[in-house]
């Protein structure tokens, strides 16, 4: 089944199979959404901003933005390696 709706006076497609990415490629992310990404809570998240420990973009005092690219890195970069059996 697809059902068109107008979105930001746009129009999209949907179908079950499929969700839509209404975000461009280059596209930055809010707080909820990256921790979404990252399945994590947003406190979780802000708290990793103030330990300077995520790259980020601050808006404001209490609003940060978020790459795709930054959070995929930030992914890699905590991904446990694996040691190789062979020396």
Avoid at 12 to 31: D, Y
Wanted: proline share 6%; with cysteine; hydrophobic share 35%.
């Amino acid at each position: 089944m697809i059902k068109l709706y107008l979105s930001n006076n746009r129009l999209a497609m949907t179908s079950r199979s499929r969700k839509p990415n209404p975000k461009s490629p280059g596209a930055l992310l809010i707080t909820k959404e990256a921790a979404s990404y990252l399945a994590i809570s947003p406190d979780t998240l802000r708290r990793l901003c103030r330990r300077k420990a995520i790259t980020f973009i601050k808006i404001t005092p209490s609003e940060y933005r978020f790459s795709q690219h930054d959070l995929d890195e930030y992914i890699a970069i905590r991904r446990n390696q694996r040691r190789s059996a062979v020396k």
